[in-house]
């Protein structure tokens, strides 16, 4: 369970992360796909990293330090729905490929930008809106294109390899290459990610043709807004995705609190320093890394209802500890398990969306659920701001744990009507 489920971008992936085993029943497509995934989050990693770092050279004001990322997220919001109505329009691997292309292009020209030191604060914060509001586009329409690469009885291990191997080169290859690509020059980050882009277009243009005709190009153009609504209507009539994006909000609103706090919980109320702040968020991705490979297999074996249970108690759970335990080791290993079972979430959640979502309207729905589930993270960083400063840094990650027991219980209702 993550505050965000961001699904994705053979050739060589970056480096220390080889291709997966396939999972079985799954062509070369998926390999392709995966790479494309992998690679486009490596780009990524850097440029997140990157950003904050610039951001602060160029302005004094914590404000609009603070609106870099906010303007990361507002397209989410503003444009969600209509990216995943739009992904349900079009060729998907066109749509991707597309979109990918154009977000190389934006990223040269940034880089271009920083290396005759022409960016300023401004330009930051209209590439951050501009990229994520292509993201809601491009992450819509891979969504909906998974089904047609790998057969339905492999997408619980697809959705988990690919996960895992975003996690992978996101913690343990992008991130901590950053100092050294910024040592190289100022511009090098965004240079890279400009690449990654575009080899990721490469790689998800060569993917096979749907073999399948699609069922939305049989039925007459509506308008987008009726596309939309529909999405908003099928995640409504169905009780599963009703229950399961409602519970996933809820959880959402204390990972929220937590993350927003997370630094503050660590160096402050722990004591851990910088140092033991490093070691606990890799154990995180360590954690996440593994629930990714192994949420297949888990979800085959308990089924998906008791997956998600599963990991939504295991969650609460660690963040209880979490809250409580003041040892940096204890803390590592709660949040080892935390990521572990949060991957379990996400990609069992994603395999339960594209199963249930009708034919032709993955995109939409998916839209829908993703803007409903993560919409409240917001409110839960505010939240965990005010608990903080008003009960004690450990607050945040207490009150996370209710909240994600509390979507257990949302859960419970879904998991009984018709998960298997």
Not at 77 to 96: C, K, N, P, S, T
Not at 170 to 187: E, Y
């Amino acid at each position: 369970m993550a505050a965000e489920a961001t699904p994705p971008r053979d050739a060589a992936a970056p480096p220390g992360v080889g291709v997966p085993p396939r999972p079985q029943g799954v062509g070369g497509g998926f390999g392709r796909l995966w790479s494309a995934a992998v690679v486009s989050r490596f780009g990524d990693a850097l440029r997140g990293a990157a950003l904050p770092l610039l951001a602060v050279e160029l302005t004094d004001s914590a404000l609009l330090v603070a609106l870099v990322t906010a303007c990361g997220h507002l397209p989410w919001l503003l444009f969600g729905l209509l990216g995943g109505a739009l992904a349900d329009r079009v060729d998907q691997r066109r749509a991707m490929w597309t979109v990918d292309v154009l977000r190389g292009l934006l990223m040269a020209a940034f880089a271009l930008a920083v290396w005759l030191d022409r960016a300023g604060i401004a330009l930051l914060l209209v590439l951050a809106f501009a990229l994520t509001a292509l993201q809601t586009v491009f992450d819509n329409a891979a969504t909906a294109l998974l089904p047609a690469v790998v057969p339905a009885a492999a997408l619980g291990t697809a959705n988990g390899r690919l996960l895992a191997g975003q996690e992978a080169v996101h913690r343990f290859a992008g991130t901590p290459l950053v100092p050294v690509l910024v040592g190289a020059g100022a511009a090098v980050p965004y240079a890279v990610d400009a690449v990654t882009y575009l080899l990721a277009a490469v790689l998800v243009a060569g993917l096979p043709h749907r073999t399948a005709p699609r069922p939305a190009a049989a039925r007459p153009r509506t308008p987008l807004r009726r596309d939309i609504g529909d999405g908003l209507a099928a995640l409504w009539r169905d009780p599963v995705l009703r229950g399961v994006c409602a519970a996933t909000a809820v959880a959402n609103t204390g990972i929220g609190a937590l993350v927003a706090t997370l630094v503050l919980h660590l160096t402050g109320w722990l004591g851990a320093g910088a140092t033991g702040y490093a070691l606990a968020l890799t154990a995180y991705g360590a954690g996440s890394v593994a629930g990714g490979v192994a949420a297949g297999r888990v979800a085959a074996a308990l089924g998906e209802a008791r997956t998600l249970v599963g990991a939504g108690l295991a969650q609460a759970a660690c963040l209880a500890a979490f809250g409580t335990v003041r040892s940096l080791p204890a803390a590592g290993a709660a949040l080892a398990v935390f990521g572990f079972a949060g991957m379990l979430w996400t990609a069992t959640e994603v395999t339960v969306l594209q199963r249930r979502s009708p034919a032709g309207a993955i995109g939409r729905v998916s839209a829908a659920f993703r803007t409903l589930a993560v919409s409240v993270v917001p409110l839960g960083a505010v939240l965990g701001g005010v608990l903080a400063g008003s009960y004690g840094m450990n607050t945040p990650a207490l009150a996370a744990a209710a909240l994600v027991g509390l979507a257990v219980l949302t859960l419970g209702p879904a998991a009984r009507s018709g998960i298997n």
